[in-house]
């Protein structure tokens, strides 16, 4: 069966520090995986979407970049961060070979910009 | 670009109660997903709808593909407490396509 991995579950960080979170998704192969963004409880904000390896597409022009090493490997990132970057952060995976249009999502990361 | 309209946006009810939400678009979809989030996790797939006036059921969850196309309904029957959190509905922006669009959520807060 498939997971998928998030960590770290919580983060709090400064304003202008670096940031790396990372997924992980055991039991498929090339995956298409999703950032999203929550804040307050309500409303997914997907922010990068990858179909492979080095393929990144970016939703909405932020301070946050996503980069796929490896086909079960999502990362996101950021140089330095901004208030504005607090929030819930969610990977998600999805198999189109399965021919649906599922997602499934991860436990999540709480970041907390200070 | 198309939207997803949910209703209502919260809901505060007694245990026992049967619990009636729904999403609601402008445009045609062809996937209907209903998700749920407690707090402080990620969102679980609840079910999945793939027919216009498909019913299906998980458990107490019934959810159905609206004939139009525009719409689709969740209701909980019997709700107990760990029916506590968000719902969320979505559907693909294009059949097919990688992204999906989510509903902002209905809120369900249960009084024991």
């Known amino acids: 069966s498939q997971t998928i991995h998030q960590w770290p579950a919580t983060l709090v960080q400064p304003v202008g520090s670096p940031l790396s979170l990372e997924c992980t998704v055991e039991g498929t192969s090339n995956p298409n995986l999703y950032w999203y963004r929550q804040a307050a409880g309500r409303g997914l904000q997907l922010l990068f979407y990858?179909?492979?390896?080095?393929?990144i597409s970016s939703e909405v022009p932020q301070n946050l970049s996503a980069s796929r090493p490896q086909d079960r490997q999502f990362i996101l990132s950021s140089k330095k961060l901004l208030l504005s970057d607090s929030g819930f952060y969610l990977c998600?995976?999805?198999?189109?070979?399965?021919?649906?249009?599922?997602?499934?999502f991860g436990p999540g990361t709480r970041l907390t910009v200070l | 670009g198309q939207q997803l309209n949910q209703s209502p946006q919260s809901m505060f009810i007694q245990e026992g109660e049967d619990v009636s939400m729904n999403c609601t678009s402008s445009s045609i979809f062809n996937t209907w997903l209903w998700y749920k989030q407690e707090p402080g996790e990620g969102p679980v797939l609840l079910i999945a709808?793939?027919?216009?006036?498909e019913l299906t059921s998980n458990g107490r969850l019934t959810a159905q593909f609206g004939i139009t196309r525009k719409d689709s309904f969740l209701n909980i029957s019997a709700s107990i407490p760990s029916d506590v959190g968000i719902y969320f509905c979505?559907?693909?922006?294009?059949?097919?396509?990688?992204?999906?669009?989510f509903g902002q959520g209905t809120r369900l807060t249960i009084n024991p």
């Open positions: 979505a559907g693909p922006l294009i059949q097919g396509a990688q992204k999906l669009v």
């Open positions: 709808l793939y027919k216009a006036g």
């Open positions: 990858s179909v492979g390896i080095g393929q």
């Open positions: 998600a995976w999805s198999d189109e070979r399965e021919g649906g249009n599922e997602q499934f």
